[in-house]
């Protein structure tokens, strides 16, 4: 069993459109898990009544009016009747390979965390969830669908008792999702990456939600308040830090020098690609040029 929840924004516009989205998939899952959705922004009740799902709406907020990651993982792990939960963002279809995953992941280690790649997505409509539409958004997926970088995780698979201490994270600005990922591993427990077998799928949208939009979700003081409170090192702890993987057998492998191997790939590519990459054109026209004078000579 497992218990979903997470914190939808407003149900306005496009973002109303995209989290029904989301939710309608999470809510076609077999077997059906209990969602509980927190928060009082504009919507959320009337979503939960309409889905048949479970509404918190009294979230402890900071003094900017965002709701706190602390106590939203309190409540939801004080009324989920599962003993394995899932944070997910609102905006995250999720597939039917998704609960297999989960379900292989705690039988191998019953104290995990699983996290898996996001696919990034452009919808703009509603999604029929008719016979047949997993098929469907998994070959849209393939067709128009983009890795999202190694440091975006937006769903986090885990049993109650994990994080017996939350620092009070903003929610929806940047470094609360490394910093679950960093509890783990300071416990020294296993984080299992199930990119390979369920991938996640992000629908994209803007940031009109907040005032001052992006730039204030990146850079803006709560960002930085909680940089401070996941330890003040970028990137410390992302896809790239995991334990271990679940692969499509249903095997889970010791995940090993994951970043160093990247950090050389990255290396290799700054040195002899980018810095490369004006010396490798003018060496093309030169060949270009050379081939257009010969075969204007023959």
């Known amino acids: 069993m497992l218990t979903l929840f997470s914190i939808p924004k407003a149900f306005k516009r496009h973002t109303g459109v995209i989290q029904r989205n989301a939710i309608e998939s999470w809510t076609k899952l077999e077997p059906r898990p209990e969602i509980i959705l927190l928060g009082n922004d504009e919507g959320t009740m009337e979503v ?3 889905f048949g799902l479970r509404h918190l709406p009294n ?4 003094d900017d009016g965002t709701p706190l990651l602390s106590d939203l993982f309190r409540q939801a792990e004080s009324a989920a009747t599962s003993p394995y939960l899932c944070y997910v963002n609102a905006d995250i279809i999720l597939l039917s390979e998704f609960l297999w995953a989960a379900e292989t992941v705690q039988r191998k280690f ?3 965390l699983m996290v898996s790649k996001r696919i990034n997505l452009e919808i703009a409509e509603k999604l029929s ?3 047949g539409w997993e098929e469907a958004v998994k070959r849209r ?8 970088h190694y440091t975006a995780i937006d769903v986090f698979v885990f049993p109650k008792g994990m994080y017996p201490q939350i620092p009070d994270f903003a929610i ?6 490394h910093w679950l990922i960093k509890a783990v591993r300071e416990q020294n427990l296993p984080v299992v990456d199930a990119s390979m077998v369920a991938p996640v799928l992000h629908q994209n949208h803007d940031y009109g939600h907040v005032t001052g939009g992006k730039e204030q979700i990146w850079h803006g003081p709560e960002a930085e308040r909680n940089f401070q409170l996941y330890g003040g090192v970028e990137h410390a702890y992302t896809l790239l830090d995991v334990t271990h993987k679940l692969t499509a057998a249903g095997s889970i492998r010791r995940v090993l020098l994951r970043k160093p191997l990247f950090k050389i790939r990255q290396l290799w590519w700054e040195i002899f690609v980018r810095r490369t990459a004006s010396f490798r054109k003018v060496l093309g026209l030169r ?6 004078a010969s075969d ?3």
Do not use: I, M, N
């Open 48 to 50: 939960a009544r309409g």
């Open 59 to 62: 979230v402890t907020t900071s």
């Open 110 to 112: 019953a104290k995990s």
């Open 129 to 131: 969830f008719d016979t």
């Open 141 to 148: 997926a393939s067709a128009t669908g983009k890795d999202e």
């Open 172 to 177: 929806g600005r940047l470094w609360f999702d």
């Open 287 to 292: 060949r270009e040029l050379r081939r257009t």
């Open 296 to 298: 204007q000579r023959s």
